[in-house]
């Protein structure tokens, strides 16, 4: 569930930081979290070298600076800044992007980004805070690139995964009188007009449900197939997926309320129940029954509901890390005990969102929901976990024998971020299933 919400914050950061220049295949975003709560309504400059060899003329690099709260996903976007590199700099020149730390910010987003073609290099990154009339260094680990290795030139980096692209080689570069620095070289990159999912303004619409706007996108043709989302996930969260399972149904990916586009200014507590409301209004407006739905995490537990309150709705169900109870019985007790600290904690913070600690809550409170009530679901289903996942596998087992003839299937090696850790997989489970 976390690390859902970090890899949806590294994906914005990418999408802000492209919205200037055309997206290519071979695009990176090198990202250093850098801890600046000490010097907030201070002024600061970022000081990086850079030497820029493009290929071609849709290849470039930029320099992205954001600062967020306490959370990564908290953006200020009123400090966000994106400097791009003069496309001649062949050369070394050093480059600083100047600005302000924000009262509210405890972090600072400061990310190395290239896209397209050709030879990007990047030497001593350097953060400034003035103190008075002077200014004053602030370390940046690995800033020089002087001891990192040639076996993880990316050590230190968040979002390194960017640079792991076919026609991508990232290595270190040692030159006298400079020492070591960061080389990434790519060839092969073409533009690419994909969208991201989650913000396809062509594609997205809202529907009205019980006081609150719940967005979705629609791609492909063929049976409706529903997609769940995780706590605290969205759209996006089935990046991997979508395209594939548009090529043989309707796919309608939608934001569960509160997360996403769906923004709920209401104060009710979250439930399942009220999501699988959200979802049986979306299907009406839609006049769609007979749906395939696919559900990850929370939105397993949705899809259980709809499933089994309005059995005429749902066709076939896939559920992937799902549960009935939020008891130790069903669920790791360390991440029980985690998700409790985080609340106690945010709690705590003036600032904290409201509806973060909603949903956090909601899994320390919710589902609550009986085995023998899945006796009511017509739905040919599939109960999926992975081998190491959250949910514990007897309780997995549990779900699958409640359900009329349902199959439990545990994905070896896996872990409950399968659906975005091996993408491939998962899309054949499930589509030999659907198609089957």
């Known amino acids: 569930m976390i690390k859902a919400i970090l890899c949806l914050a590294f994906l914005i950061v990418q999408q802000c930081a492209y919205s200037q220049l055309k997206y290519t295949t071979t695009n990176t975003a090198l990202v250093k979290l850098l801890h600046v709560k000490k010097y907030t309504g201070k002024q600061y400059r970022l000081n990086v070298d850079i030497k820029n060899e493009p290929a071609d003329s849709i290849s470039g690099g930029s320099i992205l600076v954001l600062q967020t709260k306490k959370q990564d996903w908290e953006y200020l976007e009123n400090t966000r800044t994106t400097f791009f590199v003069p496309k001649d700099s062949k050369d070394w020149k050093t480059h600083v992007v100047t600005g302000t730390i924000d009262p509210e910010a405890q972090k600072m987003w400061f ?91 062509a594609g997205g619409k809202y529907v009205n449900s019980g006081g609150t706007k719940i967005y979705y996108e629609t791609y492909g043709k063929g049976e409706p197939l529903l997609l769940l989302h995780g706590n605290g996930g969205s759209i996006s969260s089935f990046a991997g997926q979508i395209e ?43 006049g769609l029954k007979q749906v395939n739905v696919v559900g990850w995490s929370d ?55 409201v509806v973060t600690i909603r949903l956090l809550e909601m899994l320390l409170q919710e589902p609550n929901i009986s085995p023998q009530s899945l ?31 349902a199959k439990v299937e545990i994905l070896k090696g896996q872990t409950h971020e399968v659906v975005a850790d091996n993408p491939k997989l998962f899309n054949q489970v499930v589509l030999e299933f659907l198609n089957g």
């Open 111 to 201: 990310t190395l980004v290239t896209y397209g073609n050709g030879d990007f290099y990047f030497d001593n990154m350097k953060l400034e805070i003035k103190e008075g009339e002077s200014w004053v260094e602030l370390p940046i680990e690995g800033g020089d690139f002087e001891k990192s290795s040639a076996s993880n030139p990316l050590k230190g980096f968040k979002n390194a995964e960017s640079a792991k692209k076919k026609g991508m080689v990232v290595s270190l570069e040692n030159q006298e009188g400079r020492g070591q620095s960061l080389r990434i070289h790519a060839e092969g990159g073409t533009i690419d007009n994909r969208f991201f999912y989650g913000n396809n303004t």
């Open 244 to 286: 594939e399972f548009a090529k043989s149904y309707m796919v309608i990916a939608v934001d569960t309320r509160g997360q996403g586009k769906s923004i709920d200014l209401l104060t009710q507590h979250f439930s399942y129940d009220l999501f699988a409301e959200d979802m049986k209004t979306l299907l009406d407006s839609l």
């Open 299 to 353: 939105g397993g537990n949705t899809g259980l509901l709809l499933a089994s309150k309005y059995p005429e709705y749902v066709k076939k169900l896939v559920t992937m890390g799902a549960n009935l109870n939020p008891s130790d019985k069903a669920i790791d007790k360390k991440m029980l005990k985690t998700i409790d600290k985080d609340v106690k904690r945010l709690k705590t913070q003036k600032d904290a969102d």
């Open 375 to 405: 006796n009511t679901i017509k739905a040919k289903t599939l109960v999926v976990a992975g081998e190491h996942d959250l949910i514990l596998e007897s309780h997995t087992q549990l779900i699958g024998a409640s359900i009329p003839g």
